[in-house]
């Protein structure tokens, strides 16, 4: 059974920081691609950035600059780096991986207010 936990949301102020973490089972972590979406209050999940096997990353325009993911295989684990956050990134942050079909974690709340 494919599992996937995201975690590390949280309160911050505007211009401030934060680190997802998702940790993944039950698959070959290191052959998938690895996405981060965005939903915010009231709207459709968004794609936010993609990292393939090898390192590859992709970003949504709105993010460029001051998002970064990563990937530990070792781990099991893909990262979200979130900084100079804005009010408009407030929403759950969601990870996904293909396989079969789309398997999605939980979800982690971010909240940028001030």
């Known amino acids: 059974q494919v599992q996937l936990v995201e975690s590390g949301g949280g309160l911050v102020q505007p211009g401030g920081s934060l680190k997802l973490s998702c940790v993944v089972s039950g698959i070959n972590f290191e052959l998938y691609t690895m996405n981060w979406y965005h939903q915010a209050p009231g709207q459709q999940r968004e794609l936010v950035a993609t990292?393939?096997?090898?390192?590859?990353?992709n970003y949504a325009d709105n993010v460029k600059g001051r998002f970064t993911i990563s990937r530990d295989n070792a781990k099991n684990t893909v990262y979200l780096q979130m900084n100079n956050l804005e009010p408009e990134d407030t929403g759950v942050y969601y990870c996904?991986?293909?396989?079969?079909?789309?398997?999605w974690g939980q979800g982690t709340q971010v909240t940028v207010s001030s």
């Open positions: 990292i393939m096997p090898i390192a590859g990353t």
């Open positions: 996904r991986v293909r396989h079969f079909r789309d398997i």
